[in-house]
């Protein structure tokens, strides 16, 4: 069974730190694109970041470009954001994803849409504090 599991959240002040886990497991991570989501209380889902599965070519929103940086390792099937500069907007309940990576699959894109049959994470929230 697929499976992604978030970790890293909390309570930070604003302009504090915070870094993301994202452990996958029950599929080829290598074969996966990867993204990181999040959706406040009110707001709907919005795609902060991706990584593809082959070459690691990154994607940021416009939101967090600058202050998130997005990894992986696949000999550990984890992904991570790294999070700095936080502000009081990013809080919100953060959740990786999982996309089959060989189907033509843009990145920007799928931050965009996602699909329902992509694997997704419970969530781990982050609150940013001023």
């Known amino acids: 069974e697929a499976q992604l599991v978030e970790s890293g959240g909390g309570l930070v002040q604003a302009g504090g730190s915070l870094r993301l886990s994202c452990e996958a497991s029950g599929f080829a991570f290598g074969d996966y694109y990867i993204g990181w989501f999040r959706q406040a209380p009110g707001k709907e889902r919005e795609g902060i970041s991706g990584?593809?599965?082959?070459?690691?070519?990154?994607y940021y929103a416009d939101s967090v470009k600058g202050r998130f940086t997005i990894s992986r390792n696949n000999a550990k099937n984890t992904a991570y954001l790294e999070m700095n500069n936080l502000k009081p907007e990013d809080t919100a309940v953060y959740y990786c994803?999982?996309?089959?990576?060989?189907?033509?699959?843009?990145?920007?894109?799928?931050?965009?849409?996602?699909?329902?049959?992509?694997?997704w994470g419970q969530g781990t929230q982050v609150t940013v504090s001023s």
């Open positions: 994803a999982a996309a089959y990576g060989h189907s033509g699959l843009v990145l920007s894109l799928w931050l965009d849409y996602p699909r329902d049959d992509d694997y």
């Open positions: 990584i593809t599965h082959t070459y690691g070519t990154t």
